[in-house]
């Protein structure tokens, strides 16, 4: 499961967008204080095409794909370097396969600044430099375990001495102050350094937290926005404290006051889908009486892996794949005309589908697309 961790200098309203994803109502407060355990919460993916598979389906279970969400403890000037939590917090934060940075634009007299000023360019730069510190400290220790090697019991073999290669280039762009996600590397090498889990190699979706007193242009948002597209960063715009308590009113009236905002996907989506697609990701679903559920995979990945998925036995006894893109399928079922709580409309269509030949019968390879309806025939 994708595991999202939020990141940021210390209040900087990174419990808050915690509070609008995951409607949590975690405790925010206007002081930094010294705790030290993450928030976690599961939130199920919003998604449209999910939903009308349960109300055509009516299973006895419905499970949407799901992503965690980690809401870590602000992450101050040299924490890299061991300063304050250190780096037992940043291990929190290599356990997260993507970042959410929250950024502060917001002005709160009660809330003070840990740099005394509004400054979202710098604070960004701050928590980067930050995450290099980290990834540089991971780097040296895993080159003078290489090191120590070389002097001890037997030679290193190639793959030690190219590793140690590597490591060094990165070390060079770490200490230019840049991050490892500018550094080219080949996806086989990526895939060898997984387990340094590096925090500037992350993708990164940067939350704009906003001034909810401030209408009109935004232009200290503007400037960070510019800033972080020339480095091929993409963020979202946020009112923080607005949409925290958005998230708690139920959905018409939600409605009623996104409309007000000009607001038109609330916070919470748009942090999801934000997030769920910075990682090309894909969703696939099964579907049945018993259960309608959304599953997640890399955009790429094909039928095994979707397979795999759902259980390691179908990706192992995998002899095919029975496949209907989600469209087709509705199609098929508008078609049918069935009444709305006509319990057998899900597999009338499904039928339709397999007689005009949409439901189609695919091998191992298959690049699975977004939205599949996927079916494994297998044998264990
Ligand atoms: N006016 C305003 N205040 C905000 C906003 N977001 C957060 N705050 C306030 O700022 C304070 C800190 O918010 P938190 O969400 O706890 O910030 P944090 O980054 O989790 O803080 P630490 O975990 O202590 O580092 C609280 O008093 C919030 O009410 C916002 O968008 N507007
Ligand atoms: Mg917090």
Partial sequence: MLKCGIVGLPLCGKTTVF???TRAGAEVKPYAGGKTEPNRALVGVPDPRFDKLVEIFEPKKATPAAVEFVDLAGLSRDAGKGAGLGNSFLSFIAESEALLHVVRLFKNDDVPHPENSIDPVRDWRIVETELIWRDLGVIENRLSRLA??????????????????????MQDHLLEERPLREYPLTDAQKKSL???????????????????????????A??????????????????????????QLAPEEQKEFMQDLGIEEPGRDRLIHGAYGLLGLISFFTSGKDEVRAWTLSRGENAVDAAGAIHSDLARGFIRAQVVAYEDFIEAWARGGFS?????????????????????????????????MIEIRFNV
């Fill in 194 to 220: 997984a387990g340094f889990a590096f925090l500037t190699l992350k993708p990164e979706l940067v939350v704009l937290n906003l001034d909810e007193t401030q209408t009109g242009s935004f232009p200290q």
């Fill in 148 to 169: 120590g090697k070389k002097k001890g019991a037997g030679p290193r073999d190639a793959a030690e001495t190219a590793e140690a290669e590597l490591l060094k280039k």
């Fill in 222 to 247: 503007a400037a960070l926005e510019g800033f972080l597209s020339e480095k091929g960063l993409s963020s979202v715009r946020l009112f923080g404290s607005l949409e925290m308590d958005l998230a």
């Fill in 340 to 372: 709305p709580k006509d319990p057998r409309a899900g597999g009338a269509a499904m039928t339709a589908c397999r007689e005009k030949g949409l439901l189609r019968l695919e091998g191992k390879e298959y690049p699975v697309k977004d939205g599949d």
């Fill in 19 to 21: 509070n609008v994803i």
